[in-house]
């Protein structure tokens, strides 16, 4: 018998811009592997939609109640998490407060665009379509 394909599953990360002070996004190191810094996020809910799944994970992994500004892209690359297939819709947020660790996540911290630590899953290429203002860009056409 020939085994099913994995289905993708759908996750949300958010970028969250520090309000007042240098130019930052909102990292948190991973609890569970992979181990290593990743934008806050996580997989939604049944039921759930994807900006409530955003504003329920940041609050969770970081304790701060957010504003969803837009929509930054979608990423579905097949590798782009080691343990399975998966597609997130990528969020620009803003959050007042002092972020606190929560949920599966170690510590929290404020870090320079410019001087991100090496980072889990896609990350990097996330911030880095951030950085350089790449919001909704659509992908080359696949076989066409």
Do not use: K
């Amino acid at each position: 018998m020939r085994a099913l394909p994995v289905t993708p599953l759908l996750c949300v990360d958010i970028i969250v811009e520090r309000v007042g002070g240098p130019r930052a996004v909102l990292l948190v190191e991973r609890r569970h592997p992979p181990h290593g810094w990743a934008l806050p996020g996580g997989f939604v809910d049944v039921g759930e939609s994807c900006e409530a799944a955003a504003v329920r994970e940041l609050r969770e992994e970081t304790n701060l109640h957010g504003e969803l500004l837009c929509q930054l892209h979608t990423y579905s690359d097949p590798s782009r998490d080691p343990r399975r297939p998966t597609a997130s819709v990528v969020f620009v947020a803003r959050a007042h407060g002092e972020p606190q660790a929560g949920d599966d996540a170690g510590q929290v911290a404020w870090w320079p665009l410019d001087a991100l630590p090496t980072l889990c899953f896609d990350h990097a290429t996330i911030l880095n379509d951030y950085r350089i203002g790449r919001h909704g860009f659509a992908a080359p056409r696949v076989g066409m």
